[in-house]
């Protein structure tokens, strides 16, 4: 089974500032992908971005980044520019990539972000 | 393109009752994902449909049970309704294909078990 880990439950940053959000996970597959969400006090679930696990280049969009170290099981998402629109909950998510794509996420606690003015 | 849909957003029931709940994924999308989300357990999977069948089940009763139709909407039914219940129940659709994992959210519906 997989497991996902949040250590840090609360994380504040100065708004244009740059912020990182730490995320561990635990598999035996070689194959998966990674996801960042983010949940907004307004409670829809937004996709952030994503990482394919036998892709060494680290994934980026816009203002975010990540830092995906296989090895150590490590999936960071960097935030630049920090935005107040950027205040919300931040989950790192795992799902398995295999041919019977089936489609479940496994998730972390969860990082509650607070972007101050 | 429409986002995924759910409906009702809000719903208060009474311990014994059951309940049933509505997703209509994104148009094209033939995968429907249950997630339930509380304070104290996080993000938890229920379930997951593609093409009306069921291919994963999550760690949940079979007081839990879901269906998807043959336009993609999928409805998922709680019977004999416990206080622990009371949860954000959210809706993920996707295109199910092996090359297109991201998953989108619906808002939710909230579900208050009194």
């Known amino acids: 089974a997989q497991t996902v880990t949040q250590s840090q439950p609360e994380m504040s940053v100065q708004e244009a500032e740059t912020v990182t959000l730490s995320c561990t996970y635990d598999?035996?597959?070689?194959?998966?992908?990674l996801f960042w969400y983010k949940q907004p006090p307004s409670r829809q679930m937004i996709l952030v971005i994503r990482?394919?696990?036998?892709?060494?280049q680290n994934a980026t969009e816009n203002r975010f980044s990540v830092n995906f170290q296989k090895a150590a099981k490590s999936f960071s998402l960097k935030i630049s520019d920090s935005q107040l629109g950027d205040t919300a909950m931040y989950f790192c998510?795992?799902?398995?990539?295999?041919?019977?794509?089936?489609?479940?996420?496994?998730f972390g606690k969860g990082i509650t972000l607070s972007v101050r003015p | 393109k429409a986002g995924v849909t759910q409906t009702p957003r809000y719903l208060i029931k009474t311990r014994g009752q059951q309940v049933t709940l509505s997703c209509s994924p994104i148009?094209?999308?033939?995968?429907v994902s249950w997630y339930q989300q509380t304070p104290g357990q996080g993000l938890q999977f229920l379930f997951e449909?593609?093409?009306?069948?069921?291919?994963n089940k999550g760690n949940f009763p079979g007081r839990f049970s879901g269906r998807q139709f043959s336009n993609s909407r999928s409805e998922m039914n709680v019977s004999t309704l416990e206080l622990g219940d009371s949860a954000l129940y959210l809706c993920?659709?996707?295109?199910?294909?092996?090359?297109?994992?991201?998953?989108?959210f619906g808002p939710g519906t909230r579900l208050t078990v009194t």
């Open positions: 993920a659709s996707s295109l199910g294909s092996a090359g297109s994992r991201e998953q989108y």
């Open positions: 598999t035996s597959e070689s194959n998966y992908y």
């Open positions: 990482q394919e696990a036998y892709k060494q």
């Open positions: 998510a795992f799902m398995k990539h295999n041919t019977g794509a089936n489609s479940k996420l496994t």
């Open positions: 148009s094209g999308h033939r995968s």
């Open positions: 449909y593609f093409s009306e069948t069921q291919r």
